[in-house]
């Protein structure tokens, strides 16, 4: 049985709703539109029209348009991926119209004003400036503009200095006829709510936006080799990044390259890295894994900082990590151990629960199907330790993989 309600609306909009005896609602609009699908010098398009998106419309002034949902409590913010736009907002269950209203104000009849388009790309310069002298930040866009050389994916989110300031209205005019296909849209609620009643408010408000269809090409990167690369910046610590390519988000080895990935340097003290490199030897402060997988590709990234001496010592015993997961299976109880850890942390975050409602409306968006939480742990109990070893020499490849140093000038 499933703990969701799906409508679609004639125009292709889709209504997601998970019911939720809370008195606070959570509710977010994601577009199938992100920074991959930028026009070559058009860099950082998408971000600038998501921070447009809170400025003038139609209708409303910019304090206005703050104003609507904040004076009741409310919480409203949006974010940009490579892949998605998302706005969304958590209320009183009593203000879920006031949302409504604003998503379809904002996201269908903003007006994009030239004094508006110049405050706010001096606020986007500043969050580049601001982002550049993070280091730790930093290092991970340019590793993957490594990864996907010459790719959209491969660019920042944030576009650069000379991008931002060369886009203009028709741009944006341009990338949202493009790229906001209807069809590619859902609006999703997590609530105390009937359905039905959810749906005629969304009929009311979104039932009116004429239909896209746009359709637009997301071409797949081409191969790369790997390599590594040292850049010289004028900081105190050395940053590390690794890793490779890694497998989409509708591939079989997802499921076992996410529990690999929690157990060699995922959440909490006691993964591999941390233990083999923080605990045992003192070396850095921080050190992690990730796993992010897209329509058509994934990013597998292992992030370090440490003192500059102690760079190289910390870069071996990462490898050791990688070597141990490439010629050893992992036994019968480690392997039920790294299950139920995995298992228990996805139980806690779904505590989280704008964080669950997003990531629903992603998957209906992506696989036109969302998985209740026992398919996901079904699929997670489903990996074998022969699946583990043969995905960690798959991924986990040293000829594969891009290495990237910042190192403090000498």
Do not use: W
């Not at 998106?53 to 209708?59: A, D, G, I, Q, Y």
């Not at 290092?139 to 490594?146: G, K, P, V, Y």
């Not at 359905?195 to 269809?213: A, I, R, S, W």
């Amino acid at each position: 049985m499933t703990d969701h309600q799906i409508h679609t609306l004639p125009n292709g909009i889709r209504i997601l709703f998970k019911h939720s005896p809370s008195p606070i609602t959570h509710c977010c609009f994601v577009l199938n539109a992100g920074s991959r699908d930028e026009t070559p010098n058009k860099e950082g398009l998408a971000h600038f029209i998501e921070h447009l998106l809170f400025k003038e419309t139609e209708r409303r002034s910019t304090n206005q348009i703050l104003n609507r949902l904040e004076l009741v409590g409310a919480d409203l913010n949006a974010y940009t991926t490579k892949e998605y736009t998302c706005i969304h907002a958590s209320l009183l269950r009593q203000h879920l119209e006031r949302a409504v209203d604003l998503f379809e104000d904002i996201l269908f009849h903003s007006t994009f004003p030239e004094e508006e388009m110049e405050k706010e790309r001096g606020v986007i310069l500043d969050e580049i400036s601001s982002y550049l002298d993070q280091p730790e930040e930093a290092i991970q866009d340019d590793f993957e503009a490594l990864l996907f050389k010459g790719h959209t994916i491969g660019n920042n989110i944030l576009g650069t200095p000379e991008s931002v300031a060369a886009i203009n209205g028709q741009d944006i005019k341009q990338f949202m006829l493009a790229n906001n296909n209807t069809h590619q849209m859902v609006f999703a609620v997590y609530g105390d709510y009937d359905f039905k009643k959810l749906v005629t408010l969304c009929e009311k408000y979104f039932g009116g936006v004429p239909e896209n269809t746009s359709q637009k090409q997301r071409i797949a990167p081409s191969p790369i080799t790997g390599g590594q690369y040292v850049i010289q910046k004028p900081i105190s610590q050395t940053h590390c990044v690794l890793g490779s390519r890694a497998y989409p988000s509708a591939h079989p080895n997802k499921y076992g390259l996410l529990l690999l990935n929690n157990l060699l340097g995922g959440m909490g003290m006691s993964n591999r890295l941390n233990l083999e490199i923080r605990e045992k030897y003192g070396i850095a402060y921080t050190i992690e894994s990730n796993y992010t997988s897209l329509t058509d590709t994934g990013i597998f990234s292992i992030y370090f900082g440490t003192d500059a001496e102690k760079a190289e010592k910390a870069l071996k015993l990462v490898h050791k990590e990688l070597k141990k997961l490439r010629d050893n299976t992992i036994g019968t109880i480690q392997l039920k151990q790294a299950k139920e850890k995995f298992i228990g942390q996805i139980a806690l975050a779904e505590e989280s629960r704008m964080s669950l409602i997003i990531s629903m409306a992603k998957s209906l968006l992506d696989f036109n199907h969302i998985d209740s939480l026992e398919d996901i742990f079904a699929k997670i109990n489903a990996v074998t330790a022969q699946q583990l070893l043969e995905i960690s020499n798959e991924i986990f490849d040293n000829d594969g993989m891009i290495t990237l140093l910042f190192e403090p000038k000498q």
